[in-house]
């Protein structure tokens, strides 16, 4: 956590290739009130921007420094050889690194692989970063291979590109010194973890507390009191409306349980 006791806030690092907006946007949903700020870094200085405590957690590059860092894998990304348009590999749905051991191939400065042995004929010199290897790529020199996510991000329309089956791959995942675990970075696990706001642990003590204001409210709640319906029962007699019978009878109708008259016999005239 960032910031002070009364305006707290949250730094998060992110490498080239990560598309964080999912869970920003769940973060500001679900904490408003504490702001949260993205840092963009180059791969290969994210786990100094962690260290220095430049940024509370961050996406990040597969593998950290695991003695220091605590680490949530999340995903492993396919790889892909980036080429013009009209190259030959386009033909293949997929290519392997015994296809690509007579071009050369750019292996810039931020090569996010570990390569034991680059595939290929090398280049004349390095590029300084993927980007300006995609250029490069872009006028004929020669071909990349990256995570298919760089291959979008520095997307152009003459380039294409093609998986590698049988090269290294790059995982991400959600990075943070070990001994900083902090509620908010509690609060950022649960969130990429797809914890529901019922169910995320490390809430904040603000959120806490206004969880346990909201339902104090629920149940200081009032409702009508039943003393008024009994008042209004035992205070007279039921209503014309209320005992079934029309308001308009007469005594005679209301009690009517006596005998008809009898008439007499008519006399007989003589």
């Known amino acids: 956590m960032t910031g002070s006791e009364d305006s707290p806030s949250f730094r998060l690092a992110y490498v080239p290739g990560v598309t964080p907006a999912k869970w920003v946007r769940i973060w500001n949903e679900r904490l ?5 700020t993205l840092v963009q870094v180059p791969a290969a200085e994210a786990p100094e921007v962690l260290r220095a405590g430049e940024a509370d957690a961050g996406f990040v590059r597969l593998p950290v420094d695991r003695t220091f860092f605590s680490a949530i894998p999340l995903y492993t ?3 892909v050889v980036v080429v013009p348009k009209d190259h030959l590999i386009t033909a293949a749905d997929e290519v392997t690194l015994a296809d690509l051991a007579d071009e050369v191939l750019f292996h810039p400065l931020d090569d996010v692989f570990d390569w034991e042995a680059p595939p290929g004929e090398p280049a004349f010199e390095r590029p300084a970063t993927t980007q300006d290897a995609i250029e490069l790529v872009a ?3 020669g071909l990349l291979v990256v995570p298919q996510s760089l291959a979008r991000l520095y997307h152009r329309r003459d380039l294409t590109y093609r998986p590698v089956a049988d090269a ?7 990075s943070w010194p070990e001994d900083a675990t902090t509620d908010l970075v509690e609060e950022f696990i649960g969130i990429v973890r797809g914890r529901t706001v019922n169910s995320t642990r490390g809430r904040t003590a603000a959120t806490s507390s206004a969880d346990e204001q909201r339902k104090g409210s629920d149940r200081s709640g009032t409702r009508p009191a039943p003393a008024a319906k009994s008042q209004a029962k035992s205070s007279g007699k039921p209503s014309a409306k209320s005992s079934g019978k029309p308001a308009g009878r ?7 349980g006596g005998k008809p008259v009898k008439r007499g ?3 007989r005239r003589s």
């Open 32 to 36: 408003p009130g504490i702001p949260l």
């Open 168 to 174: 290294p791959q790059s995982s991400v995942a959600l």
């Open 77 to 79: 990304e396919t790889t």
């Open 139 to 141: 006028a004929n020199v």
């Open 265 to 267: 016999k008519p006399r």
């Open 250 to 256: 007469t005594a005679r109708a209301r009690t009517g």
